[in-house]
Nanobody
């Protein structure tokens, strides 16, 4: 099993910034495309961003485009999510996920490994 551990969540006010990290172990990190999802109470898990194995291609949900940036450091086996201009509706548990497929997947069911999530709470 590939293990993914998220960190960096917290409580902040509207307009603030936060950087989430996801550290991977138990596999060859650069064999996986990586993604971030989020899930708010009472809602389904939502796609946020995806990054290719080399980091050369990134994909975003329209609601996150321009505010969030996904990146990866393969030397550190870590993927990041930089979040700017945060709003209360961004409040959710944020999860990282790994995908062995070369398809650009947006559905949670297509991902092979998941972290346990980190809470992000944005207050007004």
């Amino acid at each position: 099993q590939v293990q993914l551990v998220e960190s960096g969540g917290g409580l902040l006010q509207t307009g603030g910034s936060l950087r989430l990290s996801c550290a991977a172990s138990g596999g060859t990190f650069n064999r996986y495309a990586m993604a971030w999802f989020r899930q708010a109470p009472g809602k389904e898990r939502e796609f946020v961003a995806r990054i290719s194995r080399s980091g050369g291609q990134t994909y975003y949900s329209d609601s996150m485009k321009g505010r969030f940036t996904i990146s990866r450091d393969n030397a550190k086996d870590t993927v990041y999510l930089q979040m700017n201009s945060l709003r209360p509706e961004d409040t959710a548990v944020y999860y990282c996920a790994a995908d062995r497929s070369y398809s650009v997947n947006y559905a949670p069911s297509e991902y092979d490994y998941w972290g346990q999530g980190t809470q992000v709470t944005v207050s007004s």
